[in-house]
């Protein structure tokens, strides 16, 4: 660890983000195609962040602050964690498990930032938030942790490149069918798409965690926003879709996995928080086990693959 | 000093407490304190006599890593909440007993840790359940005091048995010797194993034994709660650890049934332990009293600690007994800022409390960072340990379990947030403006603990040489340590470099903060309420049943307190009817009973003969 | 309201208000009528993200406050609130005749004629109901407005708040608040 890791960390920060934050804004454009709109301009996305960081800001006491930093903080750090195309700015620290907890940190920080605003709409949408995340989480870390013992790493990159060589066949989600649908059906959960967005109904909970938010903890909001995507969909596309050999093809797997659930999202009504845990309590969970226990007990799909 | 000695001194240090504190209250308190910080200091300068073994007339000693570990974590959580009795002295019923069975306990735990047989840590489990037992009775309820010692006795009785079977066998009570002596018949082997280790489930809250966690936590003196958790939970540990170690049960039971490399009857366990953190994390959810439900988060919490330390292996073994020093630190600093808050407002009930952070920011903080920890987040140290369990059981593909590990650890984040969020974040009560932070002494021990936890999860190796050593004295293979970094067979986790980026992640989002025009401070109050006017700021907190929507899914669900209540009530109605029908109130009657029954047993045994 | 100031703004509140008036976020306020013109204006007719234009859910996210139509005094008190709520800089837009002039209610004990006497209206669009190409109109006109620096109300409101709070209370009255329910 020298201070060069530190620069090529901060690097891979503002390339994440400006790659996202176009993304973001040209999935506008489908989301308005889908709706036989015309849509915002592509760069859309980068004008609303720098606009909500122009204006000014309320604050409700120093959590309402800290909490920002916070989960900014955590989600940059973890953002510097994610292996892309075998680059890593921290070799070896790229552990599932690190990854998807230190996540947690920055989920939390916008919790406390939230609930310490003293709104209570705030409250309700981090209490669905951390609903939704329970949800979804358990039918994932168990295909995942199916992946963990049948490749015998839990390092994302090292994933990654063991199913790369042997084209699409080699991508988990070819050879773990249901786990890769689980994978899928999660990352929507993640991401807060529809049907899995009743955390920040604009209209019935006012935004839910973003309510009192204005000006740059708006923009930090929004940044953040971005750098969770980022880090959501590569763990799905590193570990289910074989990741990419050069950045040209990982951020093409990239842009398609990502367009693939705006599209989704554009289509769907919502679920009630409630219905949201008993859906992924009862279809991708079932689909979970019977993966985890296809591969632990017959390795059918990994040792016996070709 | 040898440990009797040690342990008299103790004793009589207790005694003397009971008649400091019968002249003044506060002297008392301090005279805790004072003893607490004795006996740590005692303790960890034992380290060195590693390996000794004593003996006090019948009593023998053994000074073993793992007692000392033990020890060292038990006298953790009683010294540093110790600091808290002198300002609660006046709530007491009876201030000199609570004093003195506090230290008895205390001694008792560490008799306990260090017996070197098996009668030996029966006298000290029993003294330990004793005086905690009168202790809890001095906080809300009395019922609580009951549930406690019935689950402890049931517990206690079973080791007994397992204690005085495995002596028929074997014929001897030293702990190394006792069980191994077993190795000739599974059976008896088996029955040995799970009586033995019923105890150390019970007082760990293990299903079906948890209903007393959250009787005795929540309605334990407010002192005494951060002992029970941080502490005398983890005596269940080192009964569990002794059964898996001293018994060695993956010998005796590897030509049993093997669920994925494991007997049948640890997996069993590891199941209860699985059940346990499902059930402890689905009842703290919908808990109304911060007390109680971080009484059920140790619930789940100790099945992490059992399921690790029964795998027995390099890497959960490890996590197990890591989880135990990581969560006793955390729990002690939860449960104190708990009861620091309950000294300002004199209530626990999340749903009439809101907003203590605007006025007690360090106990804010002492709790935020002590939640972290306990729901696995780096860069604590309950990340570290619930990291090596998942790796153990990844390794091992433990998938039912590894389940019940995740959701623990995913509800975990559902149930620390909702104190968080109903008693320090959200509106300021109108009747709580005036609160002030607690006084330097209260703050102190949770400063330690905080900074401790902090420590265990920058630099885990700390603690995690202790476990190799105890791994070794197992007769395991010890978890690989580099300088920084735990090495595992899926891979490396380097948790101070995890931190420095996590710094650095912080210190750029910071910049970016301030560099940016400064905020306008507005009130608590004004907050968007679709533009309508709200005057109180009670009608404007969320925190009665957080989690509505989540708990309707299983409210009908049976509840375990329940069962328990319907055998009680079978057994006081059976009862009723054997009284009704054999002592009518006529002597003559029962006396045509005791001869009748007279009569069918010496026939029955003439017959069997 | 003055808008024949000079331009002298530094360069970066020039490109701030480009920033700004090209991501114009709205709380609509919507109890007296017109709220109906909004969906087609949103929606695939008309469309209004073309420009950046969006509805957002609180006024602390919001950039424009659009009020429709006729305001009784008792709402006033909410839309100040609001108003005060949000982040400078903040813009005010008048939709519909009632509150140019208070529109067919202009003899009304209990509404408002003119909001500008209470709030610093950048924009009016007149109509009673606007259509939607009314509605994007003056939008395009709101736009070039920030862009130029010339919708400076929320600085009027600010150098003259004793004037506009006089207002206020005047047509307010007196409010006699006991609790939540009981005003």
Redesign the interface.
């Known amino acids: 660890m020298n201070a060069m890791n530190f620069v090529y960390g901060f690097l891979v920060l503002v390339a994440v983000f400006i790659f996202q934050t176009t993304l973001t804004g040209i999935n506008r454009k489908v989301t308005a195609r889908l709706q036989k709109r015309y849509g915002a301009r592509w760069y859309q996305q980068f004008l609303d962040i720098f606009k909500a960081m122009r204006k000014d800001s309320t604050s409700h006491g120093w959590v309402f602050d800290f909490g920002v930093i916070m989960a900014l903080g955590g989600i940059m750090a973890t953002v510097i964690f994610i292996p892309v195309a075998g680059f890593e700015a921290f070799p070896g620290l790229d552990n599932v498990f690190v990854i998807s907890y230190l996540l947690a940190v920055g989920m939390l920080g916008m919790a406390m930032s939230a609930a310490g605003s003293g709104n209570p709409w705030a409250s309700i949408g981090v209490a669905r938030a951390l609903t939704n995340m329970l949800a979804y989480d358990i039918p994932l870390m168990i295909v995942i942790f199916t992946m963990i013992f049948a490749f015998d790493s839990a390092s994302v990159g090292e994933l990654a490149a063991m199913q790369q060589g042997m084209g699409v066949l080699g991508w988990n989600a070819v050879r773990m069918p249901l786990g890769g649908i689980v994978a899928v059906i999660a990352l929507l959960g993640m991401l807060g798409k529809k049907p899995f967005d009743s955390f920040i109904a604009p209209a019935e909970i006012a935004s839910g965690p973003m309510v009192e938010y204005g000006g740059k903890h708006l923009g930090f909001m929004f940044i953040l926003h971005e750098f969770m995507t980022f880090i959501e969909v590569s763990l799905i596309l590193n570990l289910f879709f074989g990741g990419g050999a050069t950045i040209w093809e990982y951020m093409l797997k990239y842009a398609v996995l990502y367009t693939f659930t705006t599209i989704i999202s554009g289509v769907m009504p919502r679920f009630k928080i409630d219905q949201a845990v008993k859906y992924f309590y009862r279809v991708p969970l079932a689909m979970a086990v019977v993966q985890g226990l296809v591969v632990i007990f017959t390795g059918l799909g990994v040792k016996i693959w070709f | 000093m040898s440990i009797a000695v040690f342990l008299a001194i103790l004793i009589i240090l207790a005694a003397a407490s009971f008649f400091v504190t019968a002249a003044n209250k506060k002297a008392g308190g301090f005279a805790t304190v004072a003893v607490s910080l004795f006996a740590l200091a005692m303790v960890l300068s034992m380290k060195g006599s590693v390996g000794g073994e004593q003996s006090f007339m019948y009593l023998g000693f053994s000074i073993t890593t793992v007692g000392w570990y033990f020890s060292v974590v038990m006298l953790t959580a009683y010294s540093m909440t110790s600091f808290f009795n002198p300002f609660w002295m006046k709530k007491m019923i009876y201030p000199a007993g609570y004093n003195f069975l506090y230290l008895v306990s205390m001694a008792g735990t560490i008799g306990m840790f260090f017996a070197g047989d098996f009668i030996t840590l029966f006298i000290f489990w029993e003294t330990v359940v004793w005086s905690s037992a009168f202790i809890i009775q001095q906080g809300k309820s009395r019922k609580a005091s009951y549930v406690y010692y019935v689950l402890s006795a049931v517990g206690s009785m079973a080791t007994l048995f397992a204690i005085m079977l495995a002596y028929s066998v074997s014929g001897t009570f030293v702990i190394r010797d006792a069980f191994t002596g077993l190795a000739g018949s599974p059976g008896t082997a088996l029955v040995v194993f799970l009586a033995f280790i019923l105890s150390g489930l019970s007082k760990m809250g293990i299903f079906p034994f948890h209903v007393w966690l959250p009787e005795a936590h929540g309605s334990a003196p407010h002192t005494f709660s951060p002992v029970l958790s941080g502490g005398l939970v983890k005596m269940g540990a080192f009964i569990a650890f002794l059964s898996v170690t001293a018994f060695p049960a993956y010998e005796i039971f590897g030509d049993m049934l093997k669920i994925m490399g494991i007997p049948a009857p640890i997996y069993f366990l590891m199941l209860l332990g699985a059940l346990s953190i499902i059930i402890g994390t689905l009842m703290a959810i919908k808990q109304e009293d911060a007390k109680r439900l971080l009484a059920y988060s140790s619930v789940a919490n100790g099945g992490y600690i059992l399921i690790g330390i029964l795998m027995l292996d390099q890497v959960g073994f490890a996590g197990g007994m890591m989880h135990l020093m990581n969560h006793a630190l955390a729990s002690a600093a939860a449960f104190l800022a708990i009861a620091a808050v309950a000294y300002r407002t004199g209530t626990t009930k999340m749903s009439e409390m809101g907003g203590m952070i605007h006025r007690m920011p360090v106990t804010y903080l002492v709790y935020l960072i002590s939640i972290i920890s306990m729901a696995g987040i780096p860069p604590m140290g309950g990340f570290v340990s619930k990291w090596l369990v998942f790796q153990g059981l990844a390794d091992k593909g433990l998938l039912f379990i590894a389940a019940a590990a995740f959701f623990g650890s995913i509800g975990s984040f559902m149930y620390v947030f909702r104190p968080l969020s109903a008693v320090f974040l959200g509106q300021l009560f109108t009747r709580d403006k005036d609160v002030r932070e607690v006084g330097f002494f209260m703050m102190f021990p949770m400063v330690v603990l905080t900074l401790l936890t902090l420590a265990a999860g920058v630099f885990p190796n700390i603690i995690l040489r202790v476990v190799t050593e105890i791994q070794k004295s197992a007769g395991i293979e010890p978890v690989t340590l580099a300088r920084n970094t735990i090495v595992t067979t899926n891979g490396f986790l380097d948790a101070f470099r995890v931190f420095i980026v996590f710094g650095f992640g912080f210190a750029i989002a910071f910049v970016l903060f301030i560099v940016r025009r400064k905020s306008r401070k507005v009130g608590l109050m004004d907050t968007y309420t679709s533009a309508e006017f709200i005057h109180t700021p009670e009608l404007l907190h969320y925190s009665h049943s957080f989690y509505a929507p989540f708990e309707r899914l299983y409210d009908k669900a049976p509840d375990t307190m329940n069962m328990y209540k319907k055998i009680s009530a079978g057994i006081a109605e059976l009862g009723g009817l054997v009284e009704a029908v054999f002592y009518g109130g006529k002597p003559a009657k029962t006396i045509f009973w005791i001869m009748a029954a007279g009569m069918v047993f010496f026939l029955a045994g003439g017959v069997f003969r | 309201m003055v808008l024949d100031e000079k331009d002298n703004r530094s360069p970066w509140e020039k490109i701030?208000d480009y920033?700004?008036a090209?991501?114009v976020?709205m709380k609509w306020?919507c109890t007296g009528c017109g709220a109906i013109e909004m969906p087609p204006t949103m929606?695939?007719r008309f469309?209004m993200?073309?420009l950046?234009m969006g509805?957002?859910?609180?006024?602390?996210?919001a950039?424009v406050l659009l009020i429709t139509g006729y305001l009784s005094t008792k709402t006033l008190?909410?839309?100040i609130?609001?108003y005060e709520?949000?982040?400078?800089?903040r813009y005010v837009v008048g939709f519909g005749s009632c509150t140019v002039n208070g529109g067919i209610y202009y003899d009304s004990y209990a509404t408002i004629n003119r909001l500008d006497m209470y709030l610093p209206v950048d924009l009016y669009i007149a109509g009673c109901m606007p259509r939607p190409e009314a509605i994007m109109n003056g939008f395009a006109k709101l736009i070039d407005m920030i862009k130029k620096g010339e919708a400076r109300g929320w600085r009027h409101y600010q150098e003259n708040y004793e004037w506009y709070k006089k207002n206020q209370l005047d047509s307010l009255g007196e409010v006699i608040?006991k609790?939540?329910f009981h005003?």
């Open positions: 701030g920033f700004s090209n991501s976020w306020y929606t695939s469309d993200e073309r950046g509805p957002m859910a609180t006024p602390r996210q950039d008190r909410r839309v609130y609001s709520q949000m982040n400078s800089p608040i609790d939540e005003e």
